[in-house]
DNA sequence: CTTGGAATGTCAACAAGGCTGACGTATCTT
DNA sequence: AAGATACGTCAGCCTTGTTGACATTCCAAG
């Protein structure tokens, strides 16, 4: 076991080995479940995981840079790169040089991506809302404040820079 | 926005199309922070976190044959088979042939793959407990619920079969 | 008892999507 | 004019997923 008795020994039994286990177990089981959905949608499609993630922040930040993006995605640019390409030349994503900086590329959703990314994130969103409705809201707090205290800190500026846009 | 006013309009304000986007937004970046430390030591040696997945559920439940694991961790048997392989070849991983039936191969850990197996759950379970701790009990009792929420119902029942296992 | 089908596991080859390294080009900043 | 920054791209590697083909073993029907 991991703590020491010392803790007035009642209060800190979510914090056992075995309660930590069940989590992380919980953690890969419900990350399959929350990709599942878009998977299924994409893998009929020539695109992945990789493209949906892609579409989803340009979609949250219209007019986001590369360079912000890789950032976001947490990937190499060449990796980013290669989705992007793909994305663009299917025109499902518009690459606007920049006005104040001409090196900076700026990334939009066509209607055409617009469509793509609304019908995976609809898959996302539907499972996602009836886990939360099945748990209720006091779970789903607990959730979500777990889930912000399992992040690396830069992850969670780049989640608390997202958390509270308009839309 | 999701739900109609017809819901009395105010106890489900934490299903609305925003409250699920910060919850996805948070399983992606929290997935990332939960992988994070055992990938950074599997990085320098020749493994990855497939390797991690099969140690760990392995571990879980010993003697376990190769189909078992299969459906456990969902990859077909091929993708598995070559984790396995160099697991085996490492002497991290012993393959036994099974006593009733020969065409099964039941799997364990030698001394060497336990060590590894711990090192690399110790580094998840650190990051895990101070999630936990950060976020209280109460919380963490949500987390799981969603969590649980959120599963496939295969991939539920095989949670709920390793769940409350001895060790 | 034999034979065919089902189940288990192995080997081979391919694709997606990460990575590093090196380089070119345009643009901004000093 | 020089250096730094933003972006794109080529080449090559690794992990980890996929399908297809095949060997072994078990079991049940004839």
Same mark, same amino acid.
């Given at each position: 076991m991991a703590e020491p008795a010392a803790n007035s020994g009642q209060a800190l039994l979510f914090l056992t080995d075995e309660q930590l286990r069940k989590g992380i177990e919980a953690m890969f089981f419900a990350y399959r479940g929350f990709t599942a959905d878009?998977?299924?949608i994409l893998g009929d499609m020539e695109y992945g995981r990789a493209h949906h993630r892609a579409l989803h922040f340009i979609h949250r930040s219209p007019g986001t840079t590369v360079n912000n993006l890789l950032s976001? +995605? /947490?990937v190499t640019k060449q990796s980013l790169n @290669?989705? +992007?390409r793909s994305l663009i030349a299917d025109d499902l994503v518009s690459s606007r040089v920049g006005r104040q900086d001409k090196r900076e590329r700026h990334l939009y959703l066509t209607d055409? /991506?617009?469509a793509l990314e609304r019908a995976l994130s609809d898959a996302q969103r539907d499972r996602m809302r009836s886990a939360y409705r099945a748990a209720g809201p006091v779970a789903v707090a607990g959730f979500r404040q777990v889930l912000e205290a399992m992040m690396d800190t830069d992850? @969670? @500026?780049q989640y608390?820079?997202?958390k509270d846009r308009p839309a």
């Open positions: 878009p998977d299924r976001i +995605l /947490g @290669r989705v +992007l055409k /991506g617009s992850m @969670r @500026r608390e820079a997202l």
